[in-house]
């Protein structure tokens, strides 16, 4: 298994500012991701988040609103940046250990955008 | 990865066995069939998976038909824990895929008492 850290829990931001969301795996971990869930929504992939390289961004989402980092095997970054209303949503980070294996999911980042 | 269609809500009382259909007619042979759930409020949560064969384990059990085109999560005495949202998802864990994960709407699993 695998325990997941995500840092903040909920946070509201006024729009225009960035919010940097962390996550913290309790082991290494093979891949991991990030998701967007909108209010009352199924989640949407955004990126997969590659050590020491640039992440891969899913269709409609891009670096520049979305960065994203990897320094090692256990941790990572999301930055929604330059925010808007719109982007009102739970922010989860999943890990993947190996290949035909489950993913685990953090308890995601509640975000309000004001 | 294949689509998958789902109802969108289920009512089961509770004790009694919730059965939640998935179609996947559109599976390829290398794709795996993935059960999650997402409780109210928390992050998605791993159930099983399977292939071709049935499968059970300490939370549910899965059917999957001969034909691979359909399949359904057994949960065998549904508790008032087990309202969630549930999600089924044809994934191909192989060379060259990364295990990122396509949700679809999934079904609301409403346990009553």
């Known amino acids: 298994s695998a325990v997941i850290s995500q840092k903040p829990s909920r946070d509201i931001c006024q729009r225009g500012t960035s919010l940097t969301i962390q996550c913290q795996v309790d082991?290494?971990?093979?891949?991991m991701f990030w998701y967007r869930q909108q209010p009352g929504q199924s989640l949407t992939l955004i990126a997969t988040?590659?050590?020491?390289?640039?992440?891969?961004?899913e269709s409609g989402f891009v670096i520049d609103k979305f960065p994203i980092s990897r320094p090692n095997l256990t941790f990572s970054t999301l930055t929604v940046s330059n925010m808007s209303p719109e982007d009102s949503s739970i922010y989860l980070c999943?890990?993947?250990?190996?290949?035909?294996?489950?993913?685990?999911f953090g308890q995601g980042t509640r975000l309000t955008v004001v | 990865d294949a689509k998958t269609t789902q109802p969108p809500s289920m009512d089961c009382a509770e004790g009694r066995a919730a059965n939640l259909p998935c179609n996947h007619s559109?599976?390829?042979?290398?794709?795996?069939v993935y059960w999650y759930r997402q409780i109210h409020s928390q992050g998605p949560q791993y159930i099983i998976h399977?292939?071709?064969n049935n499968e059970t384990n300490e939370m549910a059990s899965l059917i999957i038909t001969e034909d691979r085109k359909s399949s359904t999560l057994i949960l065998p005495h549904a508790t008032l824990r087990d309202t969630a949202v549930y999600y089924c998802?044809?994934?191909?864990?192989?060379?060259?895929?990364?295990?990122?994960?396509?949700f679809g709407q999934g079904t609301t699993l409403q346990v009553k008492p």
């Open positions: 999943s890990v993947v250990k190996g290949v035909r294996t489950e993913a685990f």
């Open positions: 082991s290494q971990v093979t891949m």
């Open positions: 988040a590659n050590q020491g390289s640039e992440a891969t961004y």
């Open positions: 559109t599976i390829s042979g290398n794709e795996y």
């Open positions: 399977g292939l071709k």
């Open positions: 998802i044809a994934d191909h864990h192989g060379s060259g895929n990364t295990g990122k994960l396509i």
